[in-house]
């Protein structure tokens, strides 16, 4: 199966998104014992669309930026290096407890010690995210787009966010843009508005081309069934995964491609690492591996943005989820949030078990 994607694109991929700051202790210390941390500029969004900006595809970001900020210019500086192109408006900070940008504050975890990640998201510009401020117009009609990729995570950060993501579903739809939708549920997102945004995320659910998430997130985000109770390891649990995702397809019969990561933690640096992808009548089941992780926030993400890559290059659909998990794994050996693959045959040599030195 191929995905037919709109040609004579300017951009492969679009992400909508809020951009902040993670703050990391150096080698693996608990934050709380730290001195010394790392600044980067990270979103979940853009995790995802860097593997098809360092691979060389066209990405665009549209986002919102704290006008004069030295830390907007700080993200500003980062996508460009990421090659990708943004678009957004600049917002005045107003007094001192005005906007600024998200910080997670997050240390990698050691051994049996987990991660532990403390989010300050206080006056969130990306909260401000609005259809009016984009001209969906000329973004997917002029410039085009064959893919945008959704976040529940910015389609549940705000009232006026959920607005902007329903625009650009609305939008994408209209012409002729493949949508991606990882659900990302979030229940503090959640709170107080279950009613309102489950009916938001089912209209775009039933839109999108390509569905993302766990078993929580379609429970939580839908209602639907999760995997049947039963078994042990997460080989046991593949056959609960299949029956959830076909009552996810019953749901929403106008997507093609639905996708699942499996994990299971044997320490903070030993994962168990596999995936589950239907698409049409075909199921593609990467079994779970054993991966050496130095950090696994972005890991997820960098999954997603290997398959979104495999279906850009127009692959074989056997090979969209080997070479996420691949990129997912890959993300998980770097201190950033997101994987920057040098090359195509860099991922693949990780999908094929192949440690040794390149000279």
Known sequence: MHIELKQNCKYAMLVPTSMGTRITPENGQPVHSSDKFTLYATSAETNVA?????LGLPVKVLTTFVKSSPIAQFIKSNLKARHMDYEGPEVEQGDPWGYRHQINIADSGYGSRGPRVFNDRAGEVGRTLNAKDFDLERIFSEEGVQIVHLS???AALSPETTQFCLGIARAAKKYGTKISFDLNHRASFWKGREEQLRKDFTEIASVSDILIGNEEDFQLCFGIEGPEAGGEGLKAKIEGFKGLINRVKEAFPNASVFATTLREVI?????LWGAIMLEG???HVVEPRRITVLDRIGGGDGFVGGMLYGILKNWDAEKWPQFGWATGAMATTFLTDYAQPADEEQVWSIWGGNARVKR
Do not use: K, P
């Open 281 to 283: 009548e075909n199921w």
């Open 152 to 154: 529940g995570l910015i």
């Open 267 to 271: 320490s903070v640096n030993e994962h």
């Open 50 to 54: 860097s593997i098809s900006s360092y």
